[in-house]
């Protein structure tokens, strides 16, 4: 599902979040600090985050408006390690266009994603009350930690052979999935829900994260470049040990296992050969049935714990609408 439907499908909730972020984000000055903020905010990001905070709040208040801020904080610091990344990874494109060190430069990239970071957390602790404060500022700060945390682990992963699929499961939550959690949890905690409901949805939302990063990495090597917006085959050619990796080296016999570790070892192959001869490697071993059976796995988690709650079904509608979402997206 490409972002412009997924906000047509959800545009009564986002709509006006995104005019509330349009206003956080108004150009300022200096520009050279701000005008690549709003550039990597113009991308057509699916808002997945913001939209999980106020489908969470809506759960229990229709007063939505109420979780902008932290939805708009939240928003804020995902595309702020976005740009930090993408400068990492040294990507060339991010949704479709060039990733902020590409087209501004990589000192500005920098700068401008520290500024995110600061406008984040100046986002988030808005009209919070002394109730309420402590709790969210616990939960987002212990969420950027293991996002940093897990960012290590991914880099430490490119240098090492042994990466097992628990291992990449457990990075994976820490970098990706615990921001979708985190966006449950302070969706619950802004519309005054006990900590054991804010814990359920913390699961919920990692067990979420887990399949859209799971589908992401599928999408790396299986989607439609025009899709994704992003290069295509760009984990193989960072020899990243993707959950696809893995469990094609599970499912591989001897000489396929040896085949594609000989082609990611070897360093003057072109790209585009290196990405075709692993990627029919992958369809011979039937990979994408397997990684899409693991997918599932956690979105019926993540459907478990949003049965859970107790609250109107009709009320839970978006948010299973979103899980599905996650699992059939293209994109």
């Known amino acids: 599902m490409a972002p412009e439907i997924m906000k047509d499908k959800f545009n009564d909730f986002l709509e006006p979040f995104e005019k509330f972020l349009q206003r956080e984000c108004a150009v300022r000055e200096p520009e050279n600090l701000y005008a690549p903020v709003n550039y990597v905010l113009s991308l057509e ?165 887990l399949a859209f990063q799971i589908q992401d990495d599928l999408l790396d090597v299986f989607g439609q470049k025009t899709s994704t917006g992003k290069q295509l085959g760009g984990d193989i050619i960072q020899r990243k040990q993707t959950i696809v990796w893995l469990k094609a080296l599970e499912l591989s016999g001897p000489r396929q296992e040896a085949e594609l570790r000989a082609l990611y070892n070897q360093e003057n192959i072109a790209p585009d050969d290196l990405v075709r001869q692993v990627t029919m490697i992958y369809q011979s071993l039937g990979v994408e049935r397997h990684c899409q059976a693991l997918k599932e796995r956690y979105v019926l988690q993540g459907v478990e714990l949003i049965d859970a709650i107790d609250v109107d079904d009709e009320r839970k509608t978006y948010l299973v609408q979103l899980l599905k979402f996650l699992l059939n997206r293209t994109s």
């Open 45 to 209: 990001g699916k808002r997945v985050r913001p939209l999980l905070s106020i489908l969470t709040y809506y759960l229990f208040d229709d007063t939505v408006e109420k979780i902008y801020p932290q939805a708009a904080s939240i928003e804020m610091f995902h595309n702020f390690t976005l740009v930090h990344d993408d400068i990492m990874d040294q990507a060339p494109l991010r949704r479709g266009q060039a990733t902020v060190h590409q087209k501004y430069n990589l000192n500005h990239a920098i700068l401008s994603g520290d500024a995110m970071l600061i406008m984040a957390y100046r986002l988030l602790t808005r009209g919070l009350g002394p109730e309420t404060l402590g709790r969210t500022l616990q939960v987002f700060t212990d969420a950027a930690l293991k996002i940093c945390e897990g960012q290590q682990y991914d880099m430490d992963f490119e240098r090492s052979t042994g990466v097992l699929q628990q291992d990449y499961l457990k990075m994976i939550e820490l970098k990706t999935a615990v921001l979708l959690g985190a966006s449950m949890a302070i969706g619950g905690i802004r519309a005054g829900c006990s900590v054991p409901m804010q814990e359920n949805l913390w699961h919920c939302g990692v067990a979420m994260g």
